[in-house]
């Protein structure tokens, strides 16, 4: 029969889900889960340096989020619009680029439809064909020979969840953000990454707590809803990862030295698994995609400790934190941190399992 995806189902306050940041990074609380003994102890982000040990080895996701949102209008009737870039295809020019999007109202935008987008600069879209699962191919120029990725940059909007209920702010292209985001590409961030503060990276460093980073860019596979029964009957949808020679000397130095590798969020652990998995154990320098689905029953080669959020109910988020340290002691996590208040999702607060 298998694990139903009901068997990772919970009730949550709607007043739990962070609409907002915490007030400053790092002041968010922190629910620490004994990986091995279950036991569940309260406490803040910024003590994490005191929480971990001397020689851990921390590894962070570096990918940038970019404004994917696109608001507009259908030219020339003038009805809304909003298209959500997921990944480029290709370019014919600067100034003209081909994306696979999710588009709204879907039903309305049929092949041929025609867009432009708000903001500084004239951007405007083209529906080309439909793809699956709702998606369409859009052509995006710019009328002026500018380049379409500034274009992307000057008019998008920050890509914020769903369950955020409100419209974006100019102060979410800073605060969704990881301090040390670098290389541009996902559509949502890898949220636990959103906790540290350049002092607590200082802080970890002079505690003995190595970091290197990875890179995945994050699409809709890390967010897509699990539609099915039994949970081995999902599939995740590949995103894009790379691995320097200096991280994968990095990780594998710490594992041959019996050092914990602490994974910083979901899409860290998955790239590292993945890449694990492929190579017997070690990590290898190289890019490619992971289609990675990790739950109950996985058998973890590279991470031993996980900072993260908490998750949706049924979520493959869920079954990845589940996997690590146990459907019923995540649950049971879950159910105190629900007690005592602790806020969900994207900007809320974290759990440490180690």
């Given at each position: 029969?298998?694990m139903l995806?009901?068997?990772?189902s919970?009730?949550?306050?709607?007043?739990?889900i962070?609409?907002?940041?915490?007030a400053?990074?790092?002041?968010?609380?922190?629910?620490?889960?004994?990986?091995?003994?279950?036991?569940?102890a309260?406490?803040?982000?910024?003590?994490?340096?005191?929480?971990?040990?001397?020689?851990?080895l921390?590894?962070?996701?570096?990918?940038?989020?970019f404004?994917?949102?696109?608001?507009?209008h259908r030219d020339?009737?003038?009805?809304?619009?909003?298209?959500?870039?997921v990944?480029?295809?290709d370019?014919?020019s600067?100034a003209n680029?081909?994306?696979?999007?999710?588009?709204?109202?879907?039903?309305?935008?049929?092949?041929g439809?025609?867009?432009?987008?708000?903001?500084?600069?004239?951007?405007?879209?083209?529906?080309?064909?439909?793809?699956?699962?709702?998606?369409?191919?859009?052509?995006?120029?710019?009328?002026?020979g500018?380049?379409?990725?500034?274009?992307?940059?000057?008019?998008?909007?920050?890509?914020l969840?769903?369950?955020?209920?409100?419209?974006?702010?100019p102060s979410d292209?800073?605060?969704?953000q990881?301090v040390?985001?670098?290389?541009?590409?996902?559509?949502?961030a890898?949220?636990?990454g959103l906790?540290?503060?350049?002092?607590?990276?200082?802080a970890?460093?002079?505690?003995?707590?190595?970091?290197?980073?990875?890179?995945?860019?994050?699409?809709?596979?890390t967010f897509?809803?699990?539609?099915?029964?039994?949970v081995?009957d999902?599939?995740?949808?590949?995103?894009?990862?790379?691995v320097?020679?200096?991280?994968a000397?990095t990780?594998n130095?710490?594992?041959?030295?019996?050092?914990?590798?602490i994974?910083?969020?979901t899409?860290?652990?998955?790239?590292l698994?993945?890449?694990g998995?492929?190579?017997?154990?070690?990590i290898?320098a190289?890019?490619?995609?992971?289609?990675?689905?990790?739950?109950?029953?996985?058998a973890?080669?590279i991470v031993?400790?996980?900072?993260?959020?908490?998750?949706?109910?049924?979520?493959?988020?869920?079954m990845?934190?589940?996997?690590?340290a146990?459907?019923?002691?995540?649950?049971?996590?879950?159910?105190?941190?629900?007690?005592?208040?602790?806020?969900?999702?994207?900007?809320?607060?974290?759990?440490?399992?180690?």
């Amino acid at each position: 029969m298998g694990m139903l995806v009901r068997d990772f189902s919970f009730e949550l306050p709607d007043a739990l889900i962070a609409q907002e940041p915490a007030a400053a990074r790092g002041s968010s609380r922190l629910l620490r889960l004994g990986r091995d003994s279950g036991d569940i102890a309260h406490d803040l982000v910024v003590n994490l340096p005191a929480l971990l040990r001397p020689g851990d080895l921390i590894v962070v996701n570096d990918t940038r989020v970019f404004p994917a949102r696109l608001l507009g209008h259908r030219d020339p009737s003038g009805g809304a619009v909003e298209c959500l870039l997921v990944h480029r295809l290709d370019s014919e020019s600067l100034a003209n680029e081909r994306w696979t999007t999710l588009v709204h109202p879907g039903q309305k935008l049929k092949p041929g439809a025609r867009m432009r987008f708000d903001g500084p600069v004239a951007l405007y879209g083209e529906v080309l064909d439909r793809q699956f699962s709702g998606r369409r191919t859009v052509r995006l120029w710019t009328d002026d020979g500018s380049d379409v990725q500034g274009a992307i940059e000057q008019n998008g909007h920050m890509p914020l969840p769903p369950y955020i209920h409100r419209p974006d702010r100019p102060s979410d292209r800073a605060r969704y953000q990881t301090v040390y985001a670098q290389a541009s590409g996902s559509i949502a961030a890898p949220t636990a990454g959103l906790h540290f503060t350049p002092e607590i990276l200082a802080a970890l460093t002079a505690r003995g707590v190595e970091r290197t980073e990875v890179t995945l860019h994050v699409g809709y596979g890390t967010f897509q809803p699990v539609r099915v029964d039994r949970v081995e009957d999902h599939q995740i949808e590949g995103e894009r990862y790379e691995v320097s020679a200096d991280a994968a000397r990095t990780i594998n130095r710490a594992l041959d030295e019996n050092r914990r590798v602490i994974a910083i969020g979901t899409t860290t652990t998955r790239t590292l698994e993945s890449v694990g998995g492929a190579h017997n154990g070690r990590i290898a320098a190289g890019s490619g995609h992971s289609d990675l689905f990790i739950y109950p029953g996985f058998a973890f080669r590279i991470v031993s400790g996980l900072l993260t959020n908490f998750h949706l109910p049924q979520s493959s988020l869920l079954m990845l934190v589940s996997a690590l340290a146990g459907r019923e002691r995540t649950l049971a996590a879950y159910r105190e941190a629900i007690a005592q208040g602790y806020r969900f999702y994207s900007y809320g607060d974290a759990m440490l399992i180690a």
